[in-house]
């Protein structure tokens, strides 16, 4: 089967999604980091579906690291 397991959202759905890719289930997890609201959750989405580059433009610097405001702290960096 080519089929593929999307999760989104909470710390929780991930750790779900680490126990499903540890059955060897094809996993596609949190692909922005942790999201809490619909609409981040919304533009993740779509993002993924049509397979949005991110470019310079797409980010802010602040804090002395280069962010995004689609995606989680983690994703930020110098």
Not at 54 to 66: C, G, K, R, V
């Amino acid at each position: 089967m080519n089929d593929k397991l999307f999760f989104a959202g909470s710390c929780f759905s991930e750790n779900i999604a680490d126990l499903f890719e540890k059955y060897k289930f094809d996993v596609i997890s949190n692909t922005h980091g942790i999201l809490y609201n619909p609409h981040s959750m919304a533009n993740s989405i779509t993002d993924c579906i049509e397979k949005k580059i991110y470019t310079e433009q797409d980010l802010f610097y602040a804090n002395e690291s280069w962010n995004s405001f689609d995606h989680h702290r983690r994703f930020s960096n110098s």
